[in-house]
Each structure stands twice: as structure tokens, then as C-alpha cells.
């Protein structure tokens, strides 16, 4: 494996520039802001930026609802201030990578109002209608109890248009080579400015053909394979991290046989069993979905989270397993979202700093990318009185000043969190930059950490059998050298007996603490696991 595949050792960054850092103190956050805020990254150890859509949008879904793909809404700046920050970032080191939106529009947008315009104009095919309201227009809604339909009548032609997602947002047909063509030209743009690649946004619902009435609408995973050719004539490293909530067995399509489909994908499978096994201490369920993901191709790579901008999503639980994390992080009806999923920060679901430790060490350590979300690394709360998934979205806190010295404008895009134990006062990076002990401060460590085993990413990996359901416990080998991870889950400390066959080396270096660990008379290790322990070792031969 060469190390030219950046990503594999990468760390992302996930923000959202609208509260990210208000520069012009209009109340919504801006690309002026977000180069004030470049060095707070680059010190964080921070590689790779993903952000979230910037474009042009009547703003009715987070900025999802895209007007013009090809520039910056006024809100957030020009696209000057676009190239100036791509500028700032790479003089740092920092990548970036934005969102692809391209399985829908915004109904503003002109493409949208052409095809409305009659049956016959030349856009009209660029969208998907029928003249009939379909049997299934109720059906296969993505945000279910909020959304009511995914066919929608079009007054003007009288015709029902579909869209995945809110009604104001029509898919677009990428069944119609133009539309193909277009997604192409996007892209382009946007590598042609300088950034490191893209999140892509929904892919099944880019790759699938729905018809009125067809349940099972057919997948055309030529058509990511495409996009993956083109990404890379036009820049040959950028990269594809995909959006794409799917069983273990159908990711091999995403990712292609050969690799030669997209380069990552978030691991949503894992995720859900990494807080099934912070819910009950039993990480049996969360190795078997490690191991049920474990065969991918070389060139690609997982891209594992705790927290982003929607809620939890627990829709790959049993019904069993979804009510035993519901009861543990979301046990209020407002918690929860979409019958399936929690909407809430991760420090207040986990509420103890050992267990958010545990779950950072652990995200850190597992075979991809890690991706943090903006705020997590400082512990930030929740606002459950915004609605559905806004309450993830408040601003950043940067001060203990009014808003948190994310703006000084009486009116800001979200209220920020100002009651309560993360408040904006007590919770914020100036009080934990200047804290040894800090979230904050740990979080630098760890990021560097990652960064300095790239075992994680390039190696291969195996579970260590441990004989406690409450420790996972990992082993990476890559270019001779080893790494060992153990995690307890449970609240009390465990002792960890590992012989030398399974550790592979005589001493153990502990990368975290100032201890080394030889072999005893009987060949073995004893490791202490605190509760919610963890334990990092570099392992040695001699």
C-alpha cells in the first residue's frame, strides 16, 4: 500500500460555514470568519475539511435545497472569499472537501422552474414526473412523520414531479445522459478552484431509476464509477467520500470490485453498533459489524463518526437494540426524530467525561478515517426547543462573550446554547485552550496520536479475543511494526491478561503514558483497564 492515498491517514474536520463564525457580524457565519478560524484548525492537528453546502439557497434544509450549484450564497461571502480561504487552507496544509448535492435541487432553482414551465421545454426530462398520481406517493419518505409524500402535484402542467426529500427539493433524473453531463461540469468547477474532493450527498438516490409504482427501482453503479473517472482525469488525487446508508454486503457495489468505485464511505453499520455497545457494555454485536466490514478493497477505506449534522440514525438496529440506546441516550420523546434516531450532541447523550473519552479513543482507533463533527471537540450541548435537526446546528462557542463570540449581531441564523451546564459561558475553546485537563486539549493529543499510527489506516487488522464482552481489543500490523488498542466499556476497571502469542511482541509501549510492559515469567502481559479504559501500545519484538 502506498502512501499516496492521503486519506488513509487523514483526520476530517465537518462544519457548517452558516454557524461556523460570523467575519461581517450580519448573524450568519462566512468564509471571512472561517479564515480567522484556519490556525484553531491547523493547531488541532486537523488535515481535511469537509464542508457543507455553501451555494446559492433559499435555505428551507440547512442549504440541501441548492439554487445554483456554481457559486457562494451572499450570506456567506463571494466566490473570492471562496478562493481566498481555499488559498489560506492549503498554505496550511489543510484539504478540503464540499458537498455534492446533486440527486436534487432547489425548486427555485432555474433548471426546476424551466421544466415547470411546460411539458415540452428542453429541462423538462431533467426531472422525474408522472401525469398520474402514483399508488406509491406516500411511500419511501426519507424523514417519515415530517414528510408527506415523495410525489407532489406541479400545478402548472398538472403533473406529480418525485423527490426523495421534502417537496421542495424535485430529484433530478440522472437517467438522462444531460444530467450526467452537467454533474461532470459541477465537479469540474469546483476541482478547478482547488479543493481536495467531495462529500457526496444521498448516492443510491443518484444511482437508483424510480418510477411511479416500482418498489425496488434499479441501481446503476456505472454511473459513480464514471463520476470516479472523471474526478480523477481532472485531478488524480481528489477523492469521493461517500453518503450511503447501506448494508454491509451491497457497500462492495460503492465502493466497486476493483476500488474503482467511491474512495470512502461512512461506516453508518458500525456507527450504530458503537452506541449499542456504549449503551450496554456488550461490544460482541459492534465486533461482529467491524468484521461483517472488514472486506473492502485496498484503495478504499471507511470513514467512521460519532456525531453529524442529522440525528443518530438507529435504523439498522433490531427494534430490541434501537430501545435499549433510545433508553440510554434519547429516553424523551423529544430526543428522538424520524421514529429512528436521536438528535442530540454526543457529551450530553454520554453525559461523563470518561465515557466521551472512551468514544473519541475508540472512533479514533477503528480501521478508517475519523471525522469530527465542528463543537464536538469541546463538548458542546444541544438546543432540543429548535426543530428536528437544528438541534444539533447552534453556533459555535468560541468565547464566554455574548453569542459565544461567534457574532456580535443582535440576530443570529440559530440562538446559541446559553442555559445549563453548556452554556456558552462555562462550554467554550477559550476557557479550554487555557486548560491543561480540557476536552479540548485531549482532543489535540488524540488527533495527533491517529496521525502518528498509520497502522490504522494502511494496516491490517484482527480482533483480539479478550474472554470480557465489556473489551474490544484490536490489533494493526503494517510494514512490521504493531499496534494495540484495547477499550473497556465497562463502568468498573478489568484486568487484561494477554499472552505473547496474541500480542505479537515481547514489550509494549504505552503511547499515552509514560509505562512500558515486558513479558512476565510466563510469557504474558497484564493490562490494567480503568473503567471506560483505554489503552494504546506500540509493540516491539526485542
Known amino acids: 500500500m502506498i502512501e499516496d492515498l492521503w486519506y488513509k491517514n487523514a483526520v476530517i474536520y465537518s462544519l457548517d460555514l452558516e454557524t461556523f463564525m460570523d467575519g461581517n457580524n450580519d448573524g450568519t457565519g462566512d468564509f471571512e470568519g472561517l479564515c480567522r478560524r484556519l490556525d484553531y484548525l491547523h493547531a488541532l492537528g486537523l488535515d481535511t475539511i469537509w464542508l457543507a453546502p455553501f451555494q446559492p439557497t433559499p435555505n428551507r434544509d440547512n442549504g440541501y435545497d441548492i439554487s445554483d450549484f456554481y457559486g457562494v450564497d451572499p450570506r456567506h461571502g463571494s466566490s473570492g472569499d471562496f478562493v481566498e480561504f481555499i488559498h489560506k487552507a492549503r498554505k496550511l496544509g489543510i484539504k478540503v472537501i464540499i458537498d455534492l448535492v446533486v440527486n436534487h435541487t432547489s425548486d427555485q432553482h432555474r433548471w426546476f422552474q424551466e421544466a415547470r414551465s411546460s411539458k415540452d421545454n428542453s429541462k423538462r426530462h431533467w426531472y422525474i414526473w408522472s401525469d398520474k398520481r402514483p399508488k406509491d406517493w406516500n411511500k419511501g419518505m426519507v424523514f417519515p412523520g415530517v414528510q408527506k409524500a415523495t410525489w407532489t402535484i406541479d400545478k402548472k402542467t398538472k403533473s406529480y414531479y418525485f423527490h426523495r426529500f421534502y417537496e421542495f427539493q424535485p430529484d433530478l433524473n440522472t437517467d438522462n445522459p444531460e444530467v450526467r453531463e452537467e454533474i461532470a461540469r459541477i465537479m469540474g468547477y469546483w476541482l478547478e478552484l482547488g479543493i481536495a474532493g467531495f462529500r457526496v450527498d444521498a448516492v443510491p438516490f443518484i444511482l437508483e431509476s424510480p418510477a411511479p409504482g416500482v418498489e425496488k427501482p434499479p441501481m446503476h453503479f456505472e454511473y459513480l464509477k464514471d463520476m470516479r473517472k472523471f474526478l480523477q482525469w481532472r485531478r488524480g488525487d481528489a477523492v469521493l467520500l461517500g453518503e450511503a446508508n447501506v448494508l454491509p454486503e451491497e457497500s462492495k457495489e460503492y465502493f466497486g470490485k476493483e476500488g474503482d468505485g467511491i474512495h470512502l464511505m461512512f461506516n453508518f453499520f458500525v456507527n450504530q453498533y458503537i452506541f449499542y455497545a456504549l449503551a450496554t457494555n456488550d461490544t460482541r454485536p459492534l465486533i461482529k459489524a467491524l468484521e461483517q466490514t472488514k472486506d473492502i478493497p485496498k484503495n478504499s477505506q471507511w470513514a467512521h463518526f460519532l456525531r453529524n449534522h442529522d440525528e443518530l440514525d ?21 430526543m428522538q426524530l424520524y421514529h429512528r434516531g436521536i438528535r442530540r450532541r454526543l457529551s450530553p447523550m454520554l453525559g461523563n467525561r470518561q465515557q466521551t473519552e472512551l468514544a473519541y479513543s475508540l472512533m479514533f482507533s477503528l480501521p478508517g478515517t475519523p471525522v469530527i463533527r465542528y463543537g464536538d471537540e469541546i463538548g458542546m450541548g444541544e438546543d432540543l426547543t429548535l426543530p428536528e435537526r437544528e438541534a444539533v446546528r447552534t453556533p459555535m462557542q468560541w468565547t464566554g462573550d455574548e453569542n459565544g463570540g461567534f457574532s456580535k449581531s443582535k440576530e443570529i441564523i440559530n440562538p446559541v446554547i446559553s442555559e445549563g451546564y453548556y452554556a456558552y459561558e462555562h462550554t467554550n475553546v477559550e476557557n479550554q485552550r487555557r486548560d491543561p485537563g480540557s476536552l479540548l486539549n485531549w482532543m489535540t493529543t488524540f488527533i495527533r496520536l ?85 489503552r494504546w501500545f506500540k509493540g516491539y519484538t526485542e
Open 450 to 534: 491517529r496521525k502518528e499510527c498509520p497502522e490504522i489506516g494502511y494496516g491490517e487488522w484482527e480482533i483480539l479475543d479478550t474472554g470480557f464482552t465489556e473489551i474490544l481489543g484490536m490489533k494493526y500490523t503494517w510494514r512490521n511494526k504493531i499496534l494495540l488498542i484495547w477499550h473497556n466499556f465497562k463502568e468498573t476497571s478489568l484486568e487484561l491478561v494477554v499472552p505473547e502469542k496474541q500480542a505479537g511482541a515481547a514489550r509494549l509501549i504505552d503511547l499515552n503514558n509514560n509505562i512500558e510492559s515486558k513479558l512476565d515469567e510466563r510469557g504474558r502481559h497484564t493490562i490494567t483497564l480503568e473503567a471506560y479504559g483505554y
Open 314 to 334: 438507529l435504523g439498522r438496529l433490531t427494534e430490541e437494540e434501537r430501545e435499549k440506546v433510545f433508553e440510554r441516550f434519547g429516553p424523551e420523546e423529544d
